[in-house]
């Protein structure tokens, strides 16, 4: 899990089988990819909701005191397309996010190279895009260009 600063944390060995996923398909990998897969959680609210408030995600209570809004610079428009399954405005990952998640992959391609396979770098977004929409416009790129940056070299 890859919170908001950028921290990780491992919240089960890799040798586990966890459940991440959840119902989810691919090409050449089949059904149920948890037990195939390391799954990689970023902290984020995914698609959100312009109000006159603020950006509004999904769990927010109406009047609840508590309730959480973004600013604009907290969040990107993006349309459908590429493995972006929903046209809106995202609450972007921070850099701190990114630069995390380059750093992860990267580490698990040199300290696993006979199973680590950049093609299978996948997003929820691909595996299950009736239920899920991300990374979706949170990531800064598509997962087609983040697997080519991987390919291309050293990420950090």
Same mark, same amino acid.
């Given at each position: 899990?890859?919170?908001?600063?950028?921290?990780?944390?491992? @919240? /089960?060995?890799?040798? !586990?089988?966890?459940? !991440?996923?959840?119902? &989810? =398909?691919?090409?050449?990998?089949?059904?149920?990819? &948890? *037990?195939?897969?390391?799954?990689?959680?970023?902290?984020?609210?995914?698609?959100?909701?312009?109000?006159?408030?603020?950006?509004?995600?999904?769990?927010?209570?109406?009047?609840?005191? @508590?309730?959480?809004?973004?600013?604009?610079?907290?969040?990107?428009?993006? @349309?459908?397309?590429?493995?972006?399954?929903?046209t809106?405005?995202?609450? *972007?990952? %921070?850099? /701190?996010?990114?630069?995390?998640?380059?750093?992860? +992959? #990267?580490w698990?391609?040199?300290?696993?190279?006979?199973?680590?396979? %950049?093609?299978?770098?996948?997003? =929820?977004?691909?595996?299950?895009?009736?239920?899920? @929409?991300?990374? #979706?416009?949170? +990531? &800064?790129?598509?997962? /087609?260009?983040?697997?080519t940056?991987?390919?291309?070299?050293?990420?950090?």
């Amino acid at each position: 899990c890859i919170s908001r600063t950028g921290r990780l944390y491992q @919240t /089960a060995p890799l040798s !586990h089988w966890g459940y !991440h996923a959840g119902e &989810s =398909h691919h090409p050449g990998l089949g059904d149920g990819l &948890s *037990r195939h897969l390391v799954g990689i959680e970023i902290c984020n609210a995914g698609l959100v909701t312009p109000t006159d408030k603020g950006f509004e995600p999904w769990w927010n209570k109406p009047g609840a005191a @508590t309730n959480t809004y973004y600013t604009a610079a907290d969040v990107r428009y993006v @349309t459908a397309g590429a493995n972006i399954t929903a046209t809106g405005h995202y609450h *972007r990952y %921070t850099e /701190a996010q990114e630069a995390t998640l380059f750093r992860l +992959l #990267g580490w698990l391609r040199a300290n696993a190279p006979a199973i680590f396979e %950049t093609r299978y770098v996948l997003g =929820h977004d691909e595996i299950a895009p009736k239920r899920k @929409t991300d990374p #979706g416009g949170a +990531l &800064s790129m598509t997962m /087609a260009a983040l697997r080519t940056r991987l390919e291309s070299g050293p990420v950090g």
